[in-house]
């Protein structure tokens, strides 16, 4: 009985018999049943679906009432017997309808008569008692005796009970109007929803139906079934076992082949791309090419880095689902900013149709805001889960996340993940970057997940190093991801002059490239041999194995020059790791034909606004207070400043923003229970800082006296906040609106802070009524007239794209993911975040491929001479600020945001000493950055393809035509109200409101379900159709209709095939609609040799889906193997290096030094055996040798000890790899 799904309740819209009797009945033992008085109808009813329980070999006993008339009664009375009179009574109503019963009544007497003939079926009847002993008479007895209840036992003492109400009349037998609860004795789930054993419900049934079976209850007469009457009931008794109830549906093949290939063709080897094809969104060119890749090449990991507004979330997103659809992916973790996990759990759901539950709060909480509690950590109670970084880089939390494994770990704003320094050989990782990658002997969760996607637009925040601590996560091996130092180097010699480059160092680490898993890009293959011609292409591409490298090199051409240089920079782990798509590709896109939609230009433009002298002089005190504070509190220990940094921020945003923080801060400090919970700061106050700097885990506490002489600044700076009359930002804003009403139907603003945005909307509410919305972390808002009310996004976004009822949407930066707004022609920045790339990701919103206008402007607001202001100015000449997308500036940019961050929290006398310096040092990197870095735009394949996989098995309106179109499930679908093509979904405990149109559920993502893979709802309405597939790992099974053959592997992934027979031969059938055709052909008479050949073609599926996976880890294995050969010569060569130092030993080319290393054991003689043939040589010139100059020899013992522990760590490593 558990295998089966039964819901908690059944109803009249309800297939009670298909949905429940029959799968219970095939089930039990055992059936006892309650019914109403004994008659042909309530017989009829109460043999629901028994002719399943007489193959299952099981018996049955039912109840039932006698219904005697007061004539009957007072013939008892005057002395006839009682079981006479009970006779004469059943058989009278029995005999009343007999001859109006129609085949399928008697069809089901018949049932019942099988079973009586054969001793499995018994009955009893029940009278109720009056006062006076005798049984009492209709109708009064009606009031006595109407149950509707039953219980069924399976073979392992399961038991499943029902309780409700029926009408078992003549004419109602057969669409009665019937609905019960049910209850079962073990712990179901349905849904959302979850029920323990209901054991205290079974019981009481269990009694009322023994209390009355068995004589002797005072309120009752209980009799055996009148012989008469079974012998009338015996007249029915046929010849041959029944088989099929007669109200069951005669199910063609064909349909139940239909709802089969439904559910395997996931596993089909041409579903490459079923996930894609059957999700809600339909990917552009460019996101295809990455989607078909990343899923091709599955477990390998991989970074995606597309410019802002480039879709990377819909590309790992919509991979991702198709990996959990074809059971590849069964485990996957989500990591992303606290502010923006909400707006990854709904884009997941709009986007890729997949419900996520998002940990919150001691709670998984699903898209809908359903909750399911939890005791203890998260990470294991989910299969799939989404969870903010902050919460998981916790130091506390560590050891709990790194306990399960994973099939895939996705971090978004995967830059966070940083070293703390940028220095080589000092690398001390945040909390971020020490969860992803492990730290000392810790291992991250990289080695907890079989593949690992991370998500940034900006990899390289300051320096190259970051960009290898990235790829080393997703994992780089070889000589390039060994050590930093090879990886900085290739980049630094790529930019030298061709003569002065390092050619032997750059050959052998394209060598690296090929012999870790790189591969020659073909286009880039066909161009240079069309070039160069067949002979000098191959000199060019041989180069890395020939040992006359040098000269060859020196002998080529200048063509042959600019092709090996070409080769050289575009052929690195970059290409193999990294997916990056900017506009420009896009562009390439439209040219071809591809792409047909609009990418618009951006056309930004400063906005400088002047303080009131009123504000000018609050504003300097505040500020000033600022970073006095901030000043103190760092000279304390760095980090306890960070809560001034975040006032400063506010302060920029609106004078209202700031008197909010403060008084968040003064609550703080006065001991407020709420305040002191969170330091007196908001999500938005921490989320980007916390993540990347740690600061919340590294505050502390304030002594008694500077919590007082803080207080006091912020009493009188608050009283002067509320005393404030003016807002000259406020008065700006108002009126340029009014301008860009003229000539635009909509414009959307954006704050940093929810507090702006609140005092904004009631600022502007009176100008625009309910032409005002607003969307935050608390979701869609808008004025109704009264107050302001929560909306659903789709609401939001609707009115907002029709732009004739909102037409300003004000939004903090929980908008900057999720919500696309090509409609809108206007952006406008309220206040100007530290970090320039935050604006990228605001303007990213509207600049989006198929934007309305050509032209998208965008507005940023600045008070004037404020720090902001004048780095913003004086960088003016030097970067062209948001009019392109960022992409080699980004270093400079974080530079940027750092610069005021450092000048912003000086005091002013400090500020004025360094403003220059400061910002001449950024100018500097501007000039020069094309000589520095790494520029990815040039590096990437950024190859223009087209999706080249086979057609999807299944495609939406395949689904949607085989669930209307069946006579098993069109029944369960009623047309919505008010939503065209959308239909409620009568399967479960409640009706479902679902669509199979991708359309219909963009624009009603919170109303409606897409009914697909990978959505419960879809795979519970298979269950119910075709029942629950054994789910055991290696089961081989096949279902034959007609002409076609469904063959599935249920091991890990499962592997499907669909096989047709056409004239003697089996060949493969690609599609649902060719299996369907082949499934109505006459039965074609399947032989055990086809069913042999069946079976290959399922093997040999098998065979190639698992060689395929096993090629790629086998290619990341023999990396991982290179790299730890190459961490091994590193430890020993510096490990001679330092024992050389240490004895005096040291000569100008010393070949002996590691052979005498290898004297002292382990782990060096281990180290020594996994290099080979690739010893390291040691040499008084080498530049590590003189890094060594000036350590004492407690340095460098500590150094030698530190290197050893790192060797047995590779041994180890080494030997795990087998």
């Known amino acids: 009985l558990p295998s089966h799904p039964f819901r908690f309740t059944y109803g009249p819209r309800d297939d009670r018999l298909h949905d429940f009797y029959l799968p219970a009945l095939e089930r039990s033992v055992l059936y006892r049943r309650s019914t109403g008085y004994f008659s042909s109808s309530a017989l009829a009813i109460a043999a629901a679906g028994i002719a399943r329980l007489i193959a299952n070999g099981g018996s049955m006993q039912l109840l039932c009432g006698a219904d005697l008339a007061s004539e009957d009664v007072e013939a008892i009375l005057r ?14 109503r029995f005999d009343q309808h007999e001859s109006e019963a129609g085949p399928d009544m008697v069809a089901r007497l018949e049932t019942l008569a099988w079973l009586v003939a054969h001793d499995r079926l018994e009955i009893r009847v029940v009278l109720p008692k009056g006062p006076d002993g005798q049984p009492i008479p209709r109708p009064d007895s009606q009031e006595y005796y109407h149950p509707k209840e039953g219980v069924f036992v399976d073979a392992e003492g399961n038991k499943l009970a029902f309780s409700g109400s029926s009408n078992e009349s003549r004419s109602g037998w057969q669409s009665n109007y019937e609905t019960f609860h049910v209850f079962a004795s073990w712990p179901r789930q349905t849904g959302p929803h979850s029920m323990p054993p209901a054991d205290h419900y079974i019981t009481p049934i269990e009694r009322r139906f023994q209390a009355l079976w068995e004589p002797g209850d005072p309120g009752w007469i209980a009799l055996p079934l009148p012989e008469a009457v079974r012998q009338r009931l015996l007249d029915y008794a046929p010849s041959k076992v029944p088989t099929t109830d007669p109200l069951e549906r005669r199910r063609s093949r064909h349909e139940l082949a239909t709802f089969r290939f439904l559910r395997d063709a996931p596993f089909m080897p041409q579903a490459a791309r079923i996930g894609i094809e059957t999700s809600s969104v339909s990917p552009w060119p460019h996101q295809d090419r990455v989607i078909d890749a990343v899923v091709d090449r599955f477990p390998r990991s991989f970074l995606f880095c597309d410019e802002v507004g480039l879709g990377k979330t819909i590309e790992a997103g919509l991979a991702l689902r198709q990996l959990i659809v074809t059971k590849r992916v069964q485990r996957s973790l989500i990591l992303a900013p606290a502010s923006v996990v909400r707006q990854w759990q709904e884009e997941l759901w709009e986007k890729c149709a997949l419900n996520i539950p998002r940990y919150e709060r001691g709670a998984l909480v699903d898209v809908h805001g359903v909750e399911r509690q939890i005791n203890g950590p998260p990470w294991g109670c989910a299969d799939h889960l989404i969870a903010s970084s902050q919460l998981a880089k916790r130091t506390d939390r560590r050891d709990e996340v790194l306990e399960p494994e994973w099939d895939m770990v996705l971090v978004d704003e995967a830059h ?109 293959e066909e161009r240079a041999r069309s070039q160069l011609g067949p002979v000098t292409w191959n000199t060019v591409k041989t180069l890395p194995h020939t040992i006359k490298g040098r000269a060859t090199i020196e002998a080529l051409g200048a063509e042959a020059r600019a092709v090996l240089s070409d080769m050289i920079r575009h052929h690195t782990p970059i290409r193999t790791f990294v997916w990056r798509n900017g506009r420009d590709l896009l562009h390439r896109y439209r040219q071809r034909g591809i792409l047909s939609e609009r990418v618009p230009k951006r056309k930004p433009r400063n906005e400088w606004i002047e303080f009131t002298p009123e504000e000018q002089e609050l504003y300097d005190r505040i500020e000033e207070y600022i970073s006095h504070f901030y000043r103190k509190y760092e000279a304390r220990r760095r980090g306890l400043g960070f809560v001034m940094t975040v006032y400063r921020r506010r302060l920029t945003s609106s004078f209202h923003a700031a008197r909010e923080s403060l008084g968040r801060r003064r609550a703080f400090l006065v001991g407020d229970a709420d305040a002191v919970a969170n330091i007196g700061l908001t999500e938005e106050d921490l989320e980007q800082d916390d993540l990347g700097m740690d600061a919340v885990e590294d505050l502390g506490t304030l002594d008694r006296q500077a919590r007082e002489t803080e207080l006091a600044y912020l009493d009188d700076f608050i009283s002067d906040l509320n005393a404030l009359a003016t807002d000259s930002k406020l008065e700006f804003l108002k009126a340029q609106l009014t301008a860009i009403f003229h000539t635009h139907d909509s414009a959307i603003l954006f704050t940093q802070y929810t507090d702006t945005m609140d005092y904004l909307r009631e600022s502007l509410r009176s100008v625009y009524g309910s032409g005002v919305a607003c969307y935050s972390g608390r979701g869609g808002e808008s004025w109704d007239g009264e107050g302001w009310v929560l909306r659903d996004k789709e609401e939001i976004k609707e009115a907002f794209r029709r732009g004739d009822s909102i037409r300003l949407l004000i939004c903090t930066e929980s908008a900057s993911e999720g919500l696309n707004l090509q409609t809108c022609g206007v952006l406008i920045n309220y206040d100007m975040p530290w970090n320039p790339m935050r604006v990228e990701q605001r303007i990213g919103r509207i600049d989006r491929i198929g934007q309305r206008h050509d032209e998208v402007h965008v507005h940023n607001y600045f008070f004037r001479d404020t720090v902001e202001a004048i780095v913003y100015a004086r960088l003016s000449d030097r970067i062209d600020w948001f009019e392109h997308v960022v992409g080699t500036l980004q270093p400079i940019l974080h530079n940027v945001g750092r610069a005021i961050t450092k000048l912003a929290m000086m005091g002013r006398q400090e500020r004025e000493r360094d403003f220059d310096d400061t910002l001449s040092e950024i100018e500097q990197q501007a000039d020069a950055h094309d000589q520095a870095g790494i520029d990815l735009d040039a590096l990437v394949d950024e190859s223009i393809g087209i999706s080249t996989a086979p057609e999807s098995p299944v495609r939406v309106e395949d689904i949607k035509r085989a669930f209307l179109g069946s006579d098993v499930t069109r029944q369960r ?39 697909t893979y990978g959505n419960p709802t879809f795979d519970a309405l298979l269950d119910e159709v075709i029942g629950p597939r054994d789910q055991s790992a290696g089961t081989v099974d096949s279902e034959e209709a007609g002409a076609a053959m469904l063959l599935r592997d249920s091991g890990r992934p499962p592997v499907a095939v669909c096989v047709a027979k056409e004239k003697g031969q089996i060949g493969e059938v690609a599609t649902i609609s060719a299996y369907e055709r082949a499934a109505k052909e006459h039965e074609a008479g399947w032989s055990d040799t086809d069913r042999g050949r069946a079976r290959e073609v399922l093997a040999d599926a098998r065979s190639r889906l698992d060689g395929a996976i096993a090629a790629v880890e086998e290619e990341m294995t023999r990396a991982k193997r290179r790299g730890l050969r190459e961490e091994a010569r590193r430890i020993l060569f510096e490990s001679a290096h330092i024992l050389a130092v240490q004895e005096g030993f040291f000569t100008p080319a ?28 040691v040499s008084s010139d080498d530049a590590y040798r003189a890094e060594l100059d000036g350590k004492n020899p407690g340095a460098l013992q500590q150094m030698l000890n530190r290197l050893r522990d790192q060797g047995v760590e590779v041994l180890r490593r080494y030997a795990g790899m087998g």
Not at 79 to 92: F, I, Q, T, Y
Not at 490 to 498: A, D, G, S, T
Not at 981 to 996: N, Q
């Open 973 to 1011: 679908f009623l047309p919505h109200a008010t939503i065209p093509d959308a239909y409620w979904l009568h399967s479960g405990d409640t009706p479902r409101a679902v669509t199979f149109s991708p359309w219909v559920f963009d624009s009603h993502p919170t109303s409606v379900e897409l009914l």
């Open 1150 to 1177: 010393d070949d002996d030094a590691v052979e005498r290393l290898c004297e002292r054991g382990v782990p060096y003689r281990g180290l020594r055996s996994i290099v080979g043939g690739q010893v390291p040589r």
């Open 416 to 524: 966070h993940a940083r070293r703390k320094e940028f220095g080589i050989r000092a690398r001390r990782p945040n909390h971020l970057l020490q969860l992803l990658g492990g730290h000392g002997k810790r291992p991250g969760l990289k080695d907890r997940t079989r593949c690992l996607y991370l998500l940034t637009a900006t990899p390289m925040q300051v320096h190259p190093i970051e960009v290898w601590d990235l790829l080393k996560l997703l994992g780089l091996e070889g000589r390039w991801g060994a050590n930093e130092e090879n990886f900085l180097k290739f980049f630094e010699e790529v930019r030298n002059p061709y003569k002065q480059r390092d050619w032997p160092f750059l050959l052998g680490m394209w060598k690296d490239f090929l012999k870790t898993g790189g591969q020659i890009d073909p286009a880039f």
């Open 79 to 92: 002395g006839e017997s009682l079981r006479g009179s009970v006779e004469k009574a059943m058989l009278r």
